[in-house]
Each structure stands twice: as C-alpha cells, then as structure tokens.
C-alpha cells in the first residue's frame, strides 16, 4: 500500500470523526475494506467503543480501533491457537505502547482532563457536535495518531 493511500485512509479517520462519528468507529471504517467489511458494518461494530467505551470514559475510543483493527489484521479464529492470540496481543501492546508515548494515555477521561465519566442521570447522553465541541476536545488528533499508527504498522508489515 502507498503512502499516499496510507494518508488518504488517516484523513479518512479524521474526515469521520469531524462528521460525527464516535473515534472508535472513525477509525475502524477507514480501514474496515482492508478485511471484507464495508463501511456501515464497521461502523455498527465500533458503535459502543465511543465515548471510551459507552461514554464511561475508559479506554480512548481511537485506540479501541487499533485493537479492533489488529482483530482484523491478525486475530487468531482457532481457540486452541494460543501462538496466535499471543502474536496479536504483542501487536496490540505495541502499538497501544506507541499511542500511550504519543498521546499520555490511553484512558479516554485522562486524555480529556475528566475525573472518570460524567455522573449526571443521563451520562450515556452523547454530547452534541458543535463547532464548540470540536475546539475543546483533543479527539480528532487522537483519531488521527491512532489511524496513524495503525497505517505505519501495515506499511512496517509491508500491506
């Protein structure tokens, strides 16, 4: 794969989030057509990966699209296949080392500066979108470095 292709697939990442989608799904559907997934479908599977996962804030939605992407890539489909479900959590270790080195974290509410989620009644609200939204919160850049660092993995791979 180009580096020009690899690129067009991070400003993918960032295009989705900045039209809406939550960080996990944005960076899953970027590269979902690699695996025989369409967009939608990606879309739906990293639905509730949002808001660190359900808006509570715990792992950063972007990087539970590296771990979903890494499933993609290299998860193992046998369950006595212990050789490689132990390969992909050492991809999955090493590029989420890579994200927390780049990015501080890899908890959604330490990345915004929250002390654990929103305990409000309705926590589970999703916040709107707005060009508000957008200058406050760090997470296009975090969808950016997580597509990124999923692209450099497949260029390192040689995909």
Sequence with gaps: MSDLELEMRVQRAVDNFMAGYGCCQS??????DLYGLD????????????????????????????VMLVGLDCGQTEGSDREGKSACYKVVQDLLAQSKA???????????GIEGYEKAPNSYVASARTAEYY???????????AARIFAKYLKEKGQ
């Design 27 to 32: 960076v899953v559907a970027a590269f979902a």
């Design 102 to 112: 780049e990015n501080g974290s890899l908890i959604c509410a330490e990345i915004l």
């Design 135 to 145: 200058k406050t919160r760090p997470c296009a850049a975090k969808v950016e470095s």
């Design 39 to 66: 967009e939608v479908m990606a879309k739906r599977i990293a639905a509730g990966f949002g808001g660190g996962v359900g808006r509570l804030r715990m792992m950063c939605g972007a990087v539970s699209g590296i």
